[in-house]
């Protein structure tokens, strides 16, 4: 997960089963796992893929704390809550990563053709010369605009004569 850019953090508690006690820290989704790091001792208690996943559901702990439970492949439940801004947009934002992963293609993707390479590199091509038209134009318009000041400046000397 180290290698994986972070999509969002959350401020929120983690539930230690084995304390039986809610740990304050931050709870980080990337494309695809999930992790909670304490704030007291920036250690990452819980990281897991989100392809062990196989619930997520919005939950209350004690009737009283609406919680995001997530359910693992080997039966392990993680309870968190406290979630900010909202727990329903926390669990919106992890259940949309989740389902994106669960609907995307096992498969590796397949190899790009040469064709495939060549209609990029023009596209590219024609981007870039598009972009550079565009630059030439500008700089063309400011040689119009050098040069009508040169020739009101050469007018205004004949006056002057």
């Known amino acids: ?25 931050k709870h980080s989704l990337t494309s695809h796992s999930l992790r909670f790091t304490t704030d007291k001792t920036r250690e990452a ?4 893929p989100l392809s062990s996943v196989i619930e997520i ?3 209350a702990s004690h009737f009283v704390f609406s919680s995001i439970t997530v359910l693992e492949k080997d039966h392990l439940k993680h309870w968190f809550s406290s979630l900010q801004p909202s727990r329903n947009a926390v669990f919106s934002i992890i259940e949309h990563f989740w389902r994106e992963l669960l609907l995307s293609p096992s498969e590796a ?22 972009e550079t038209a565009r630059v030439l134009h500008h700089q063309g318009e400011q040689l119009d605009s ?9 007018s205004d000397l004949d006056v002057a004569d």
């Open 146 to 154: 050098i040069t009508k000041g040169l020739d009101k400046m050469e």
């Open 109 to 130: 993707p397949l190899p790009v053709t040469k064709g495939k390479q060549l209609t990029g590199l023009m596209a590219c091509s024609q981007k870039r010369l598009e």
């Open 57 to 59: 559901r919005k939950e």
């Open 45 to 48: 208690l819980v990281s897991f």
């Open 1 to 25: 997960m180290s290698r994986e850019v972070c999509v969002h953090s959350w401020p929120c508690s983690y539930y230690l089963e084995p304390e039986k006690r809610w740990v304050p820290g």
